[in-house]
């Protein structure tokens, strides 16, 4: 199982552990490019992208990569969107769940 397989199983207990709302996965906030976060809870507003290959020489880690990733966070900042960045040790940390818990509780 990859990485990403295994986060869309995991993700969603660890909310439930930690008394969150359920986000949605894979949410599509643009029509017009596609544009997907990796979870979203559309009624706050909040986003998380979990950054996996920041160490390794992978799809988004390259100048070309970079470059779309900050076109596609650039617009969801123009749609109003707040997004929390995170690495996988990150979520596992517990940062990760005082970030969402503020975000969350923001609106």
């Not at 596992?92 to 005082?98: I, K, M, N, V």
């Given at each position: 199982m990859s990485q990403r397989e295994s986060l869309l199983l995991s993700f969603p207990r660890w909310c439930h552990a930690h008394d969150l709302t359920m986000p949605v996965a894979e949410y599509r906030f643009d029509e017009v490019r596609?544009?997907?976060f990796d979870w979203a809870w559309p009624d706050h507003g909040v986003a998380l992208e979990q950054h996996g290959g920041v160490w390794i020489a992978g799809?988004?880690?390259g100048g070309a990569g970079q470059i779309r990733d900050f076109e596609k966070f650039?617009?969801?900042a123009a749609q109003g969107w707040r997004i929390i960045h995170v690495t996988p040790q990150q979520l596992?940390?517990?940062?990760?769940?005082?970030w969402l818990q503020r975000s969350?509780?923001?609106r």
């Open positions: 596609r544009w997907r799809r988004h880690s650039s617009e969801a596992e940390s517990g940062r990760t769940l005082d969350l509780n923001c």
